[in-house]
């Protein structure tokens, strides 16, 4: 509303009323409701989250920019936005009637243009979130941190994006919040691992030089990682996954259990993408023999999760001599999106690690295990994370690249 800024031209005051109108702008709002309302917004924009205790226009100077937008227009006049309302006018000056926008958002909800989106019920929705939020995230423990792990690469031409801030978000709203630090990345230059100049595999003179060079970046990314948490930098991370299955594997191999970690997920959400789906059912996982082996130490698994990777699609070295296992979800086809929450992402790696249990028990002598994936990308790190050194068998990995399987990467030899 006008009368709350001194940026804005006056309107016209109502013939027979000049008087009243000049005192209310001077008076309205007192400063005990400008401190309420500016302390719920945690001196926030209510709408786009800017910060409004320093300007960029004049250096770091502190300087009040916030407005305070009557959310019930101040008047009943009919010119002013969002007058319909019940409220005296001694409520309109009450601090729940006040939101604390930047400049451009106050003009926007006052616009002829904005009114018929921002109306009162919305304004007050917004304005309770916000509050909400604030409330909740400035009650966190300043200790409960983060550090961010983006591992990200091309996979079939696709790249990804996610900004410092969306990392944040993300991890605050996650069931268990923290606030996400970029310990790996001080002078803010981007993504902690980044695979993705390498392209795809198939676009090098051969798929090694590719995987070559992805160990390199992960374990020189690994070693970062290893420095930090013996420094007691970093006690929890947080790793966003996307890259090649294969090294994704290697990456959470070599990771390995020594700090605690929160895995995430990107799902085909518009908005929402690295959000768990606390509510979403719980899927249950199973494994099953598919071929029986001459052989006892020549074991294959695959991993049917995203799809389906018929046994007939296994290299042709993969004969009669090899015991063939699948594991996949009990019940449902797999399909992508399945690893929604991670009560299911739990349930998998309970089943993997059973799996790995029986092999010890059962195909005792087997020293390698041959993995065909077709998973999602936080089940790759979970893989390679619960492989447990020196117990369980040297894993193969194996990439689809681009029609037929070859391996990729090796882990645990
Ligand atoms: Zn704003």
Request: charged share 20%; net charge neutral.
């Amino acid at each position: 509303m006008p009368a709350a800024k001194t940026s804005r031209k006056t309107p016209a005051a109502p013939a027979g009323q000049p008087a009243k109108q000049k005192k209310a702008q001077r008076t309205s709002p007192t400063e005990s409701v400008r401190v309420e309302v500016w302390t719920r917004a945690a001196g926030r924009c209510q709408l786009c989250n800017e910060w409004l205790l320093e300007s960029t226009q004049i250096g770091h100077y502190s300087y009040r920019r916030g407005e305070m937008a009557h959310i019930v227009g101040q008047s009943d006049d009919p010119r002013s936005p969002r007058t319909d309302s019940p409220l005296t006018k001694e409520q309109r000056e009450n601090p729940d009637n006040f939101m604390l926008l930047c400049q451009p958002d106050h003009d926007t909800i006052d616009h002829k243009l904005g009114v018929g989106e921002f109306t009162i019920a919305k304004l007050h929705e917004l304005k309770r979130e916000q509050e909400a939020h604030m409330r909740h995230v400035t009650g966190l423990p300043r200790n409960k941190k983060t550090c961010v792990v983006r591992v990200f690469g091309t996979i079939r031409s696709n790249t990804v994006q996610l900004s410092r801030q969306e990392c944040n978000e993300t991890t605050l709203r996650h069931a268990n919040p923290r606030f996400a630090q970029f310990y790996l990345d001080p002078r803010n230059e981007g993504t902690e691992i980044e695979l993705t100049p390498l392209g795809n595999p198939e676009d090098h003179a051969s798929l090694e030089i590719y995987w070559s060079a992805a160990r390199t970046a992960i374990i020189k990314g690994i070693g970062k990682i290893q420095d930090a948490v013996k420094a007691g930098d970093i006690t929890h991370l947080s790793i966003f996954p996307f890259a090649r299955i294969p090294a994704l594997v290697y990456f959470g191999f070599h990771l390995g259990n020594k700090v605690r970690v929160t895995l995430f997920e990107r799902h085909r959400v518009a908005e929402e993408e690295w959000y768990w789906q606390p509510d979403a059912a719980t899927l249950a996982f199973e494994w099953r023999r598919l071929q029986q082996g001459t052989q006892v130490d020549s074991v294959a698994l695959i991993v049917n999760i995203s799809g389906t990777i018929p046994i007939a699609d296994l290299p042709s070295a993969f004969d009669q001599r090899f015991t063939v296992y699948e594991l996949r979800p009990v019940g449902v086809t797999p399909v992508p999106g399945l690893i929604a929450s991670q009560a299911t992402l739990g349930a998998f790696r309970g089943c993997y690690r059973q799996f790995l249990g029986m092999l010890e028990q059962e195909h005792k002598s087997a020293r390698q295990l041959h993995l065909f994936p077709s998973v999602p990308l936080s089940i790759g790190v979970a893989v390679g994370m619960d492989l447990m050194p020196n117990v369980h068998p040297e894993l193969l990995v194996y990439d689809r690249c681009p029609s037929n399987f070859a391996l990729a990467l090796t882990v645990n030899s």
